[in-house]
């Protein structure tokens, strides 16, 4: 307890008094000092000694991992320098497709997770009597998460279609579709954007609710079209939120894992694989560490540049508006 | 936008509940034939049910041992809950209080670490972890995640904290309370909202997390409903009567979560990615 009563003193003082502790004996200052140090330590320190160990620590070594040939199992790790990524840009041609596809889906899926979430916003933004109820349904997805998800439309993909198919005729239901890479990658970039789009479309809506409405009036009152509204006043508006969106979706497509395992586990033949289950299938199946550590590398990279990009512009925006 | 019901707005009306309906199909088709025998499934796949097969209900909560991983989901979560709560409204506390660089270096440390993909920290983490003994055990999955929540925890505490007034602490201090006292009885409850926001954020997280428990609880015995419902499905694939039951069973507690809470996840979501 008398510990506490002369923190209290401590934290009490005033400049003036500050200044005045200067000139006083330096044993005191220091236990002062220490006191503050102490208790800084005490408030951060739970927090960041487990960010430390859990984060921190592991980000760095597997940095220096990524230039050995660490295979996790024995004591033995040798430094190769720049073979791992040597091999990984000229050799490994599952890494390079699992890039590019990686890259071809994040594309396809920023797309149209934005114009869906965009327009579902749109939709939900009049007056419909349904409106919150939609709201609910258009998000509900988002709430479960993807490695349900991805098992939720194996059923469909596989029973469903199939069913849809021999009732309505229509050859689109009767694809194999996670039999064949192509209707695979676009089987996942479905359950993707039905997913995201509810999330997208939350940012979206509370944007467009900011719009201000006198402003509209204003601008149909002088004979704007409907289209005009949207494309003068509406889309300038929610630009902001449309930075954030692309790179929410960005980020979040780019380390695609879950729906990626659950609905099509990397097949057929590995045609689906993307990055963040390549990585994990090099570590823990293959076990080659080193290699995997050296494609966890480039991953980070990758991410961290999109958010750097994202900041900057974000910032940017900041200052203009 | 509109303040009148027109006629167009009738008309988006239909589109929009027919999206409605469609975003829905998925889950009528899981609902639906995870009451149905198993070959009512391959024969009658869209249609609703002849008799409602609960038994395939009772055999999945049976074989998934759904009380078990339930009560391990719900720990993990409320504990790594609790504890990221505590530590990290301290640490942003502190953090914004503290008027020193080395606030500032270990805040921005702290938030630059939330771009670090999960798949470039795993490998050494589980090898760390194995030598700290944090494998296979409930705790140790608590405070791996404290350390992975706490970048965006602090975040949105700091964030909050930056606009409460440090007038009433003040007088607090004068008053002869201890700094413990202060945070806990005076500023702590002035962060409820963002403590919500948070909540909601964590628990979807790590309610619905299947890559870190994974790799982290190895014993059937502690795992948690993504994680069993992975073995579940792996099992009984192509018999879908049970592994369709087993997935609804996975989903239920998700949406009692979500329709009890609805107004503060929607605002929780809205606000958290904003920031």
New interface residues.
């Given amino acids: 307890m008398s510990n ?2 002369k ?2 003193n401590t ?2 003082t005033s400049l003036g008094q500050t200044i005045a502790n200067a000139s006083k004996p330096t044993s005191f200052l220091n236990s002062k000092k220490l006191k503050k140090a102490g ?2 330590a005490l ?2 320190g ?3 000694l ?10 760095l ?2 940095v220096y ?1 990524a230039f050995t040939d660490w295979n ?1 199992v024995t004591g033995n790790v040798t430094w190769v320098g720049l073979d791992n990524f040597k091999y990984l840009f000229t050799e490994d041609k599952q890494f390079q497709q699992s890039f590019l596809l990686t890259i071809k889906y994040t594309v396809v899926a920023i797309v149209l997770t934005n114009i869906v979430g965009f327009g ?1 916003a749109l ?9 919150n ?9 988002n ?6 998800l991805g ?3 194996q ?2 993909f596989i ?2 279609f ?3 198919g021999a ?1 309505t005729g229509w050859s689109l239901f009767e694809l194999p579709w996670l039999g064949d890479e192509n209707t695979a990658f676009w089987g996942i970039v479905i359950v993707s954007v ?1 997913q995201g789009a509810g ?1 997208i479309m ?2 979206y809506l ?1 944007a ?1 609710q900011n719009v201000p ?1 006198d402003i ?1 009036e204003a601008a149909k009152i002088d004979g704007a079209s409907r289209f005009q509204v949207l494309r003068h006043i509406t889309m300038p508006m929610v630009a902001p939120a449309v930075t ?1 969106c692309l790179f ?1 979706t960005i980020s979040s497509s780019f ?1 695609i ?2 729906v990626n ?2 609905l099509t586990n990397g097949g057929p033949f590995k045609s689906t694989e993307m ?2 289950l390549n ?2 299938t090099e ?2 199946v293959n076990n080659r ?1 080193g290699l ?2 050296a ?3 480039i ?2 990279l990758v ?2 540049a999109i ?1 750097v990009i994202q900041v900057s512009i974000t910032k940017k925006r900041e200052v203009e508006s | ?5 027109t006629g167009r ?1 009738f008309i ?2 239909i ?3 027919v ?2 309906l469609i ?5 009528y ?2 609902v639906s ?1 995870s009451l149905k025998t198993f070959a009512e ?2 024969t ?3 249609a609703l049910p002849t008799v409602l097969q609960f038994s395939n209900y009772v055999q999945a909560f049976e074989k998934l041992d759904y009380l078990r991983v339930f009560t391990n989901s719900l720990i993990i979560t409320v504990a790594s809950n609790v504890v990221l709560i505590i ?2 409204s ?2 942003a ?3 914004v209080r ?1 008027k020193k660089k ?1 606030s500032n270096i ?1 805040f921005m ?2 938030v630059a ?1 939330m ?11 589980i ?2 972890a194995g030598n ?1 003994g944090m494998l296979n055990s409930m705790w140790g999955l608590v ?2 995640y ?3 929540g ?2 965006m925890t ?1 975040f949105l505490y700091h964030g909050f904290i930056k606009n409460i007034p440090v007038e009433l602490e ?1 007088a607090a ?2 008053d ?5 006292g202060v ?1 806990w009885r005076i500023v702590f409850p002035l962060l409820k909202p963002i403590t919500v926001t948070v909540m909601i954020l964590n628990s ?1 997280w790590i ?5 870190l428990p994974s ?1 982290v609880l190895q014993d059937p015995e502690l795992r948690t409903i ?1 994680l069993a ?2 073995f579940f ?1 792996g099992q009984y694939t192509k018999q ?1 009567d049970l ?2 039951a087993g ?1 609804v069973l ?2 239920i507690p ?2 009692i979560f ?1 329709f009890s809470m ?1 107004k503060h ?2 605002k929780g ?2 606000s958290g ?2 920031k």
Wanted: glycine share 6%; proline share 4%.
């Fill in positions: 506490h009563t923190l209290e934290n009490s208790l800084f408030f951060v739970p927090a960041f487990a960010f430390s160990v859990i984060v921190l620590i592991p980000f070594t597997g991992y996790g579902l939709l939900v933004s009049q007056m419909l009597k349904t409106r109820i939609l709201r609910t349904v258009f998000f509900l997805p709430l479960i998460g993807g490695l349900l098992f939720i439309w059923f469909i029973r469903g199939q069913s849809i009732a039905w999330y939350l940012i509370a467009l409405q509209v954030i929410l380390k894992f879950d395992l659950s990055l963040a990585i994990y570590a823990f560490y995997g550590e494609k966890a590398l991953f980070f991410v961290a958010t | 936008m509109e303040n009148k019901y707005t988006v009306e589109v929009a509940i999206l409605g975003f829905l199909v998925p889950f088709y899981v034939n499934i391959l009658n796949t869209s530590f990290c301290m640490a506390y502190m953090l503290t080395i270990i440390t702290f670490a771009v670090i993909p999960f798949q470039s920290i795993m490998i050494p983490l090898k760390t700290l405070i791996m404290l350390g992975f706490s970048g602090i003040e201090i004068i002869g309370c201890s700094p413990f945070f979807l309610w619905n997390d299947f890559l790799l993504p419902t992975f499905f879908w592994a369709l997935l996975s989903i998700l949406l979500f609805q996840i929607i979501i809205t990615s904003i």
